[in-house]
């Protein structure tokens, strides 16, 4: 307890050069951040090993971040060395360590779950080239059928028209229309076999 006396005395002291002026404690010049290094090397000496023991348990034994923690807590204790100037740092410290690792917490909540590149591989996308090569490859087929052949086709499955109205836009029989397109759609397999294509 002595030590954590001689702590606060310190930081009392500093306290008072930075807020009060080096005049006031017989100092040359100005105390910032830098000349806090020997209560920084203090507080570290006398409370990281139980603040660390206290930030793992905190982060469920993960070490990385409970180191974070410690850091940061002792950042903040040599940022604001009022506030432990007056009383024992200890209790300020480890509750400055519970509120970072429960706003580390809720800020990991408040993300999406982070996923590495390998889960990309295992979504299945659809390959779009090989379903262009083979409708250009299926026209080219269609290209190659008779006139009256690929009129049929062209209305029967593309426009979706029944046999009656693909006979009355085409002007012929219905059964016409059916025998064409039996003819039609026999041709065509051919030329998808030729392509390497049919099923």
Known sequence: MRFAAQVNQKVLTRVHVSVAGPESAGGRGPQGPVSDEALVRALYSEHAGPLLRYALHLTSG?????????????????LHPEAISERPARPWLFAVARNLAVDAYRARRARPHEVGEGALDLLSAPDEADRALESWAVADALRSLRPEHRRVLLETYYRGRSVAEAASVLGIPAGTVKSRTFYALRALKLELEERGLAP
């Open 62 to 78: 993960d070490r990385q971040r409970a180191e974070d923690i410690v850091q940061e807590t002792l950042l903040r204790a040599w």
